[in-house]
């Protein structure tokens, strides 16, 4: 685990970029184009390229095929605004801040959009941001921004809504009538059209067909699904009314969650709904994933039109995933494969490296690595002390690159007082430590990729259960008490959001 040091400061980021652009020039080299694709709760087995048969998501499995896919990419705090907070920032979550859902800072010492733009690039921003206020920048030039609803600043309207409203003025954009943690699915109401999922790919590929400023772009298109509702329009719905879709993962551990005998409703986060709306919700999801594989396709389809493509490092990630009745859990905050391992794609523009496409990488990598895998592809200097995460491009040169042997997750309490975890992979096995109680999982990732069986009260596991649980003390040590007591884990029943590292610590009660 990395230590926070200083980080480049905003003048000597500007003066690298400077230098690094006046070189490229001296050699006339051309850097990349960036574009960061990112999807909203798209869980990692969610991709055809991740061998999920029922499931048609041709253009993602062609960024796969094309360039490199990571099987053990996580997002280390698994809901929308920690992991946010880790894309923006390159840090883990202790060194950002967020330990859990809150708010993201208004600003970091280092920031994703503003060290591309002092690098040379023009940055866009497209869709969803989940920024607080709604309309901060961190550095892009612009942002064209869908919300889903969302008004955590006073008087914002999103720019999904302000066209809306211009296009459909008699049309209610929620007329659907799903919530946006609803594990129901309906075809979306609306022609198709108005779908935010439509407008965000119609943003994108207007800004890159107009494009013709002469520095590079960083583009970043950020749809808001297949976060719920669960809402494809009706053809993608259809598409999946006859597929056999896979049934929800069940641990020998996941009774605790079933709540029977409970009143459940519809934003309910655990509870056992049964196969039939399980795989209703999975009809929706599915569908809500195919429609933004077409749009991803049609931004593709730019790009290859305008001979871009092999001029464009393209990445393709989501915030963290979505559990859908896995273990009986809905939604996310969860130590497990449905919540927090999200897919990682990347192709990259020719001429960078020689290394062969269509590879698959098993090191554990996660949102903090995508800033300096940007930054190492614009061909900006970082030192390796400057954030938590390192350049993925290290990795697909088929070197033995030196890497994490471990990565930290981590959630706050979410949903009910129980759910509080920290949690380490070396994306063969994970463990699990739930702090208000103590309770500890190991699961076998090899043998046992959906977390099926828990191994920690298995005696013959106690030594392997030990040694994660010292590694566990190791990485938790320089948060002191409550964290780690006398060299032993804590019990911890208090949640704590925010870490003493987030901006305005004290503001904020951390």
Not at 115 to 144: C, D, N, V
Not at 313 to 321: E, K, M, N, S
């Amino acid at each position: 685990m990395c230590n926070r040091r200083k980080f480049l400061g905003t003048t000597g980021a500007a003066l690298a970029g400077l230098a690094t652009s006046e070189a490229d020039a001296a050699e006339g080299r051309k850097r990349p184009n960036l574009l960061f694709l990112m999807a909203d709760q798209h869980r990692a087995d969610c991709v055809g390229a991740e061998g999920n048969a029922a499931l048609h998501t041709p253009n993602l499995d062609r960024v796969a095929a094309e360039g490199v896919r990571f099987s053990c990419a996580y997002t280390s705090t698994p809901s929308c605004t920690p992991a946010r907070a880790g894309i923006l920032s390159g840090l883990s979550p202790w060194h950002h801040g967020m330990l859990g859902y809150g708010r993201v800072a208004a600003r970091y010492p280092h920031e994703m959009p503003q060290a591309l733009r002092e690098a040379g690039y023009h940055t866009t921003g497209i869709g969803k941001m989940h920024w607080s206020p709604q309309r901060s920048l961190h550095g892009f030039h612009q942002t064209i921004l869908d919300e889903s609803g969302r008004v955590e600043t006073k008087g914002f309207l999103s720019d999904y809504r302000q066209w809306f409203r211009e296009y459909a003025p008699d049309r209610d954009p929620d007329a659907t009538g799903i919530g946006w943690n609803d594990y129901r699915a309906k075809p979306y109401a609306l022609p198709e059209e108005l779908h935010p999922t439509r407008w965000t790919g119609d943003e994108a590929v207007r800004f890159l067909k107009d494009y013709d400023r002469p520095e590079p772009f960083f583009l970043k298109v950020s749809f808001a699904r297949p976060h719920s509702p669960y809402d494809p329009p009706v053809r993608f719905m259809n598409q999946y009314a006859q597929v056999d879709l896979p049934e929800p993962f069940l641990g020998d551990w996941a009774e605790r969650n079933a709540m029977h005998g409970a009143e459940l409703d519809f934003s309910l986060a655990r509870g056992d709904l049964g196969k039939q709306q399980a795989r209703a919700s999975r009809q929706g999801y599915y569908g809500s994933v195919s429609f933004l594989d077409e749009q991803i396709g049609r931004i593709l389809t730019v790009l290859d039109r305008r001979r871009l493509t092999d001029d464009t490092l393209i990445v393709f990630t989501a915030d963290h995933g979505d559990m859908l009745g896995d273990h009986h859990l809905w939604r996310k905050t969860y130590a497990y494969a449905g919540s927090a391992r999200i897919p990682m794609l990347l192709r990259w523009p020719a001429g960078m490296t020689d290394a062969e496409r269509g590879q698959v990488r098993t090191e554990p990598v996660e949102l903090r690595d995508l800033l300096p895998t940007f930054l190492d592809a614009a061909r900006v200097p970082v030192g390796e002390s400057d954030f938590d995460g390192r350049s993925m491009l290290m990795l697909i040169g088929g070197k033995n690159a030196p890497w994490r042997e471990t990565l930290d997750l981590e959630h706050s309490t979410c949903y009910w007082p129980e759910n509080q975890w920290t949690a380490l992979t070396d994306g063969r096995h994970k463990y699990v430590y739930y702090a208000p109680t103590g309770e500890q999982q190991l699961f076998d990732l090899r043998n046992d990729p959906a977390e099926q069986r828990d191994l920690a009260k298995r005696a013959k596991h106690r030594a392997p259960l030990a040694a994660w649980r010292d590694r566990m003390i190791a990485h938790l040590s320089e948060r002191g008490e409550p964290y780690v007591v006398d060299g032993d884990l804590g019990i911890r029943p208090k949640a704590q959001v925010y870490s003493p590292h987030y901006p305005g610590a004290a503001a904020a009660g951390a």
